[in-house]
């Protein structure tokens, strides 16, 4: 597993290419986020977010078969198209790989401590929160439901 | 007890600190008995940690609820709901 938090940019390709370097991986699932329209700052809580983010990845390879993965979020000033955060996830097969990419990214947005500043022209303002990412990660609560692989 | 407290985003603008080493009063021991001593500080205090604000907390960089006790030499964070990812 790895985990960073970061100010550099990541390259998705190397990072995949890294995971899939195990003869039994046969699926690698990625999310990247971008950065829309409006230039941001980006700060953190160091150390709780990197065991947050930890946490997170080992609870979803409680539900699915993760083989390995990696979660890369940046920090500091980014502009519109800069790429903010990275989930990739191997398993053998998609459907594990699929569900859990899209867990973790979902238990990120509720649970690591990142909050995003937006620079725009009528001022600096902090981005609230939705209650529509809360809603996205407690449709994971119950059961977990396998995908077929 | 003594405990460390910190602030994060705009729950520290607001208070214009990132956070210090403080001493407790006897009667303060939960989360939520720190976040009332603490919001009798002043305007800007009451204004941000008042109940009613939406305010998450961490204790040992773990997030808890307010009734989460507290001990000597913890770490206590207050922020406002994540917005990363």
């Known amino acids: 597993m790895k985990v960073s938090v970061q100010d550099q940019d990541f390259d998705l390709s190397t990072e995949t290419r890294l995971l899939s370097k195990n003869p039994k991986v046969g699926a690698v699932a990625s999310f990247v986020g971008v950065v829309r329209e409006v230039p941001m700052t980006l700060e953190h809580y160091p150390g709780m977010t990197e065991n947050s983010i930890r946490k997170i990845v080992e609870e979803a390879a409680a539900r699915w078969q993760v083989m390995d993965c990696t979660v890369i979020h940046r920090h500091g000033a980014l502009q519109p198209g800069d790429q903010i955060v990275l989930v990739a996830v191997a398993s053998a097969h998609r459907g594990d790989a699929f569900s859990a990419c899209e867990f973790i990214m979902d238990y990120l947005k509720t649970q690591a401590p990142f909050w995003k500043k937006e620079h725009r022209a009528e001022g600096a303002r902090w981005v609230e929160a939705r209650a529509s990412d809360d809603q996205a990660a407690e449709r994971w609560q119950g059961p977990p439901r396998k995908k077929a692989g | ?85």
């Open chain 2, 1 to 85: 007890m003594k405990v460390k407290v910190l602030f994060f985003a705009g729950l520290r603008e607001q208070l214009g600190t990132p956070g210090e080493e403080i001493e407790l009063p006897r009667d303060v021991t939960t989360v939520a008995g720190l976040r009332s001593y603490l919001a009798q500080r002043g305007a800007s205090w009451k204004g941000a940690l008042s109940e009613g604000k939406l305010i998450r907390m961490a204790v040992n960089q773990d997030m808890v609820q307010q009734t989460a006790a507290l001990k000597a030499g913890d770490e206590v964070a207050f922020f406002p709901p994540v917005t990363g990812g």
